[in-house]
């Protein structure tokens, strides 16, 4: 392929150089708005239990340089934890160990158990045996440092209990996926779903015949060699089977080929529900749900008269079983968005499956616009974090995490978040809250205070135990 130029959404600019920090590890205590939380746009997220882990992306530094987040670096957010407060702290813990990834940036990153698979994106890395799993652009003689960028389709997998990456290098007589970037993704039943995405047709690659091809809509960039798609690939990771890759054949109403669209789980009739994404210059508000256990799409009929403009990069959470809040992206008129919707999905009395769009009442009026985020519900509350407030690369400047109030605080939550600053002695609180309280005053003091605790019985927490005490 000849060397195009790389906007905002296919990765940052060539040149662009990796930050690495020296943290002290295994892990530290930052404030939301230090320097060691940069701004972040093209970032994964994921929860695990009450605790967000956000990985990769990239930032525009002091310098004016366009960087890319360590990618040996988690920025885990206890967000239940500390859910009452006002305060807003980060855990950046180390992961060097195993086959740490190339700095990437729209990648798609699905927690199965206590794996996180991180699949696709776009990547620079240094040339390697896994070569086969990225499609490089430009000449990579003339590279600075023997750098390479572009699509990525591999799959690295980390491991939160050994703390370990891996490179999933499939057999080779398996098709694996084209490289590709900004892909929905989810895991059912322990396996993992990547839908749609951006990158090259099988037949634009060196060795077509290596990829999964048989299945699936490509459909052409006017501005770029690339293509828009709406395969549903298939990852099963189960360690008693050679690792591999399938195309899922589906049935229904499919959704056109886009990217950089929204999905999330509804657990009451056992579908994702997919909104949104571009496809060509259009940027799509259209709503599908996948039945999981049979393939088959459904185009959702929406009902009223108000609904969501078209856009791209987006955030879709669940509020309730049928129920899922919309946030921000990027319009049709270029214009990065604001407004908040809660859709509502039921049944008619033929089956047939009816979606209700309602618009949500914001305080934020000004300062809210965001696309190219990252979302997630906890304890009634909606967690925002990174993304940019406009499409133009000078606007990745957005720091600090969002919170939004979308249901009633629990009660504990609430005691505690006025608790905290309070009490000097975790002995006054019932035992079955003083370890919790005791790390979360530690969270708060960024490690300096755990009342009655020793601090080093804190510091030798491991990742997992981290995640769960969060």
Not at 270 to 298: A, E, H, M, P, V
Not at 431 to 439: C, E, I, Y
Request: contains cysteine; glycine residues 8%; hydrophobic residues 40%.
């Amino acid at each position: 392929l000849q060397c195009i130029i790389i906007t905002m959404f296919g990765g940052p600019p060539e040149g662009a150089e990796v930050s690495w920090s020296n943290h002290r590890l295994p892990y530290q205590i930052v404030d939301d708005d230090s320097k060691e939380v940069s701004p972040v746009v093209g970032h994964i997220m994921i929860k695990y239990n009450k605790a967000l882990i956000v990985w990769g992306g990239y930032y525009r530094a002091e310098d004016n340089d366009f960087r890319y987040r360590s990618s040996s670096f988690l920025y885990i957010l206890p967000a239940g934890l500390l859910a009452g407060c006002n305060d807003v702290k980060w855990i950046l813990y180390h992961v060097p160990h195993g086959d740490v990834p190339p700095s990437t940036s729209g990648a798609c990153a699905i927690l199965c158990d206590c794996c996180v698979f991180v699949f696709g994106g776009y990547v620079r890395r240094l040339f390697t045996a896994a070569f086969k799993y990225y499609i490089v652009l430009g000449n990579f003689a003339a590279a600075p440092n023997n750098i390479l960028e572009g699509y990525s389709s591999a799959m690295y997998v980390l491991d939160l209990v050994q703390e370990r990456w891996t490179l999933i290098v499939t057999d080779d007589d398996s098709l694996i996926p084209t490289p590709r970037d900004k892909m929905a993704g989810w895991c059912y039943r322990k396996k993992c779903y990547y839908f749609g995405g951006y990158g090259p047709r099988p037949f634009d690659m060196p060795n077509s015949a290596l990829y999964l091809r048989d299945v699936g809509e490509f459909v052409s960039d006017d501005n770029s060699p690339f293509y828009w798609n709406n395969q549903l690939l298939i990852f099963d990771p189960d360690s008693g089977k050679q690792f591999n890759w399938t195309l899922a054949k589906v049935g229904g109403t499919i959704p056109s080929a886009r990217a950089a669209s929204a999905c999330t789980f509804l657990e009451k009739f056992d579908n994702i529900l997919l909104f949104g994404g571009r496809n060509k210059n259009q940027r799509l508000n259209d709503l599908y749900l996948l039945d999981l256990s049979s393939l088959i799409w459904t185009q959702i009929e929406v009902t009223g008269i108000n609904e969501p403009e078209g856009r791209t990069w987006c955030s879709l959470n669940t509020l309730f079983p049928n129920q899922a809040l919309l946030y921000g992206g990027y319009s049709n008129e270029a214009r990065a968005l604001s407004d908040f919707w809660r859709i509502e999905i039921k049944k008619d009395n033929g089956e047939h499956y009816l979606g209700t769009w309602t618009a949500v009442d914001t305080k934020y009026e000004v300062n809210s616009c965001r696309l190219w985020h990252t979302g997630a519900v906890i304890e009634g509350q909606l967690f925002v974090c990174g993304g940019a407030d406009a499409l133009l690369e000078e606007h990745i400047k957005i720091s600090g995490v969002m919170k939004k109030r979308i249901e009633p605080l629990p009660l504990l939550a609430i005691c505690l978040g006025v608790l905290y600053p309070l009490v000097k002695e975790v002995s006054v609180l019932p035992a079955s809250l003083q370890l919790r309280f005791a790390w979360a005053r530690y969270i708060l003091s960024r490690g300096y205070q755990a009342l009655h605790m020793d601090t080093e019985y804190f510091k030798r927490y491991k990742l997992l135990k981290i995640l769960e005490m969060c």
